[in-house]
């Protein structure tokens, strides 16, 4: 009899990995449509398990320096990818990820990639499928609400009155 767990999130953030691999964490999770493993020491993404409905995968602060060309295969069905905060040097090392038919959401802020001559224009050649490319567009316009909600927090909060309150009248 097979096992199926039917979880849709899961957050790994500060968990250790062993070599690689999370345990625990296996092809059983078949609806898993989030996965967070932020800071858990990932030098790969070998080990992942094949996560077929997986949608957005945050994989920031650990030490990934390639080896993203496994994705496709494993996590077919991604539309967000945050690889902020890893060992990625070149376009090289991203350029596997054109296999990801709908990725539309790619953060390597802080990765050296970033520091690339004309980065952002190259990024978006080599990855045409792009909507968003750390929380911005081809023309610099912000990610809306929900696909930026991680880039953008707080700043709805400016919306607010100069004395604090929200809406309702102002006394003059």
Do not use: W
Request: a negative charge.
């Amino acid at each position: 009899m097979v096992k199926i767990i039917l979880v849709k999130e899961l957050v790994l953030d500060n968990c250790r990995s062993n070599e690689g691999k999370i345990e625990g964490l296996t092809d059983e999770f078949e609806e898993l449509e989030f996965l967070s493993t932020i800071n858990v020491g990932l030098t790969t993404v070998a080990h992942l398990p094949k996560l077929n409905k997986l949608k957005k995968l945050e994989l920031s602060d650990n030490r990934i320096s390639g080896g993203l060309e496994v994705l496709a295969e494993k996590c077919p069905n991604l539309t967000h990818l945050n690889l902020s905060g890893n060992k990625i040097k070149d376009l090289s090392t991203i350029g596997p990820l054109k296999e990801l038919g709908i990725l539309k959401s790619l953060d390597l802020f802080n990765c050296e990639v970033t520091n690339l001559n004309e980065y952002r224009d190259n990024v978006f050649k080599l990855l045409p499928q792009l909507t968003y490319l750390d929380g911005y567009d081809k023309d610099d316009k912000e990610a809306p609400d929900s696909d930026a909600e991680v880039y953008a927090e707080g700043l709805d909060d400016d919306e607010d009155d100069e004395d604090g309150r929200s809406g309702g009248a102002s006394s003059v």
